[in-house]
C-alpha cells in the first residue's frame, strides 16, 4: 500500500513538472521557419496546409487556402485575431508570421508559423504549420487548428 502511494506521489509531481515547463515555454526565438525546407513524413503532432509550390517536399495535410483580397489583408485580418503573432515581410513580397497558442484544457503550447504568398494584388494563398511541442500525438489539435483560423480568416473578410 505504501509502495503505491509513492508511485502516486512520484507520478503526480512528474507530470506536474512537465505541465509547467509545457506553459512556460517562451515563444521559439531565433531563424524563421522554412517552408520551402520541410521534411517529408509529418510527425503526428503537427499538421501543414501547404501547396507543393511553397512546400517542396512536405507531405501536406491539406492543401493552402486561398483569398480574394490582398496579401497585406490577409496580414491584417490574421493580426487582429492573433494580436500576439510576430509578423515580418520578405524581399518577395511573402508575409511571414508566426505565434504561440495555448490548448484550453492542459495549458499545452503549440507554435503555428504562417506563410502569406500575393498571387496578385487582389488574391493571396495561406500556408500554415501547426505543430505541438510536446507529445506523441495532438489528437487532431493542430488540424482542427488549422481548418479554424482559415474559416475565422473567412469570417473576417465577409464582415
Known sequence: MLNMSLKTVALCCASSLLLMACATTPAPAGDWLSFATLEPGLPTNRALACDPDICLAADASRPTATYDVSAKAVAAALLKLEPSADFRTEANGDIRARYVDTTAILRFRDDVDVLIRPVTDTSAKVAIYSRSRVGLSDLGKNGARIEAL??????????
Open 150 to 159: 482559415e474559416k475565422d480568416l473567412v469570417t473576417e473578410f465577409a464582415g
